[in-house]
T-cell receptor, first 111, second 116 residues
Framework: QKEVEQDPGPLSVPEGAIVSLNCTYS??????FMWYRQYSRKGPELLMY????GNKEDGRFTAQVDKSSKYISLFIRDSQPSDSATYLC???????????FGTGTQLKVEL | SAVISQKPSRDICQRGTSLTIQCQVD?????MFWYRQQPGQSLTLIAT?????????ESGFVIDKFPISRPNLTFSTLTVSNMSPEDSSIYLC?????????????FGSGTRLTVV
């Protein structure tokens, strides 16, 4: 079993839809949770960062962490074609610890 | 956040040869990381490169296959040695941004390697 599980998609939605992306994990030591966006032929860029459980909102993006269920989510409201990318979840146990990534979910937002 | 320049962006290499990938950062950073991203798989950490000491390799990766140099706080290289088709992948360097409480990592654009 992988430490971090993420549905690879692809996920196709119409413009304006609400997108829900999710990851589950097995390591209870993970405390820091991140979402990265990766456009084709580019490196991943940090989108959201959350410590421990709870919600964090930034514009159209909301990150949720439920440590009791070992489940994290990224919601994208009013999705745009420019949101089409691969979204990777990542997590670590603490300062200086390595990141463990999910496989990424490929999202396509269609006009 | 730091800006990373990684090169080459892509290369096609013959099996048995070696390729050195360069990573240049626009600011001094303590730790630099090298990842591999294979199709359909998650980013996998190869090693952590610290200035002034030997790199720390993750399980499954060895120095003879992936030698790393870190001559100063803004530069690192990763060499993929004695390549085989199984080494075809995207290789990315990364640095941490912010303090110890911030876990954002900045990535280079990657090197897309094809071994034939």
């Amino acid at each position: 079993q992988k430490e971090v599980e993420q549905d690879p998609g692809p996920l196709s939605v119409p413009e304006g839809a609400i997108v829900s992306l999710n990851c589950t994990y097995s390591n209870s030591a993970f405390q820091y949770f991140m979402w990265y966006r990766q456009y084709s032929r580019k490196g991943p860029e940090l989108l959201m960062y959350t410590y421990s459980s709870g919600n964090k909102e930034d514009g159209r993006f909301t990150a949720q962490v439920d440590k009791s269920s070992k489940y994290i989510s990224l919601f994208i409201r009013d999705s745009q074609p420019s949101d089409s990318a691969t979204y990777l979840c990542a997590m670590s146990a603490g300062g200086g610890n390595k990141l463990t990534f999910g496989t990424g979910t490929q999202l396509k937002v269609e006009l | 956040s730091a800006v990373i320049s990684q090169k080459p962006s892509r290369d096609i290499c013959q099996r048995g040869t070696s390729l050195t990938i360069q990573c240049q950062v626009d600011s001094q950073v303590t730790m630099m990381f090298w990842y591999r991203q294979q199709p359909g798989q998650s980013l996998t950490l190869i090693a952590t490169a610290n200035q002034g000491s030997e790199a720390t390799y993750e399980s499954g990766f060895v120095i003879d296959k992936f030698p790393i140099s870190r001559p100063n706080l803004t530069f690192s290289t990763l060499t993929v040695s004695n390549m085989s088709p199984e080494d075809s992948s995207i290789y990315l360097c990364s640095v941490t941004t912010g303090g110890a409480s911030v876990h954002g990592y900045t990535f280079g654009s990657g090197t897309r390697l094809t071994v034939v």
